[in-house]
């Protein structure tokens, strides 16, 4: 891998990844852009002692482009857009309408291909490697900056999650605190260490590869499962059989897999509603261990938790009352019943 770090016409940073290292990125951003401006600050819940981003700036950002004008494709034909250069393979750059930014934290955009019509799904095995490493990268370099407790690398995919942007892409958010899930998932961790002396991540993966009803696939270094309480009807959460704390920590055999089993994950994904269905829209996130002081973060185990909102054929899981009122989830489909499609569907 080659890392090239540059500035874009206004002062963020962008850094092309590439796999062959005589690539060269030396092509300027002509744009005349005025410097970013933003207004986001972080707010603390009293009542529920969560924080919130207040970022005002970001109802200015691009919104559902034609093809023909997304800035995430490569600058061609005189069209100039957030990526000067004429090709790519993985691109990273600060996010002109960050819902993070300053003292706040950071907030980044990892374009995956320069093919605007592609998906994650698409790609080579070499080229989810690639981004792989750049989220590795990218989670090190943001550790180290000052302030900064959680990187957080996710893809949303599709315009039922959200997205404004159609060319395949992902954000990486660098928060300067530890968020409300991962802080819940330290407690637990924190509760069944105290009650049984053993790392809870690991029980839970012990469990499912023991039950194995809800176990999608496995390789030798990664396995992915149904959790047995899953939020959302379709969920598969994504481990490396050796405990790490975050992306820095994989070892050479876990990276070298990754992208067969991740790939295949998604390809099944885009085949749970059948043929003809729209391709299937998904939030993939990655969960890292905070930085800075935790007294329970080293037993944290790094996962990837994939899920779609849709929970059957043209019909969408809305978080309505119970949800988004109380955070009381209810699945209409059983964890085992998704499971076993998702096993289906491996050779449709």
């Not at 005025?34 to 819940?45: G, K």
């Not at 093809?67 to 100039?80: I, K, T, V």
């Not at 390809?267 to 998904?282: A, L, S, V, W």
């Amino acid at each position: 891998m080659k890392k090239t770090s540059t500035r874009l016409a206004d002062g963020r940073e962008l850094l092309y990844y590439d796999s062959r290292d005589d690539a060269v990125r030396d092509v300027v951003d002509p744009r005349p852009l005025d410097p970013v401006a933003t207004t986001s600050q972080i707010r603390r819940d009293p009542l529920l002692g969560d924080r919130v981003a207040v970022a005002s700036h970001r109802q200015a950002r691009t919104y559902h482009p034609p093809a023909d004008a997304c800035p995430l494709c490569p600058s061609r034909d005189g069209r100039q857009s957030e990526i000067p250069a004429a090709s790519y393979d993985v691109a990273v750059f600060e996010n002109r309408f960050p819902s993070l930014a300053g003292d706040a934290g950071r907030c980044e955009v990892v374009c995956f291909t320069s093919d605007h019509d592609a998906s994650f799904a698409d790609l080579t095995e070499e080229r989810a490697g690639l981004v792989l490493e750049a989220w590795t990268d990218r989670t090190a370099e943001l550790a180290g900056l000052p302030g900064v407790r959680q990187v957080f690398c996710f893809e949303n995919r599709g315009a039922e999650i959200g997205v404004t942007l159609g060319h395949p892409h992902g954000q990486i958010y660098a928060y300067p605190f530890v968020t409300p899930r991962t802080d819940l998932m330290l407690r637990s961790v924190a509760a069944h260490l105290a009650r049984t002396g053993r790392n809870l991540f690991d029980d839970v993966v012990a469990r499912e590869r023991a039950e194995g009803d809800r176990v999608v696939l496995e390789g030798e270094h990664w396995v992915a499962f149904v959790p047995y309480a899953a939020h959302w009807p379709y969920e598969v959460h994504l481990y490396p059989k050796r405990r790490v704390r975050d992306l820095r920590e994989l070892d050479d055999a876990a990276r070298t897999e990754f992208p067969q089993v991740y790939l295949e994950l998604l390809r099944r994904f885009d085949r749970i509603f059948g043929p003809g269905e729209p391709p299937t829209p998904y939030i993939s996130a990655w969960h890292q261990a905070p930085f800075g002081p935790s007294d329970f973060a080293p037993e944290f185990g790094l996962h990837l938790e994939l899920f779609t909102v849709r929970r059957t054929s043209g019909k969408l899981k809305f978080l309505a009352g119970s949800e988004s009122g109380m955070n009381v989830f209810i699945n209409d489909v059983p964890p085992e019943t998704a499971a076993a499609r998702l096993r289906e569907v491996a050779s449709e």
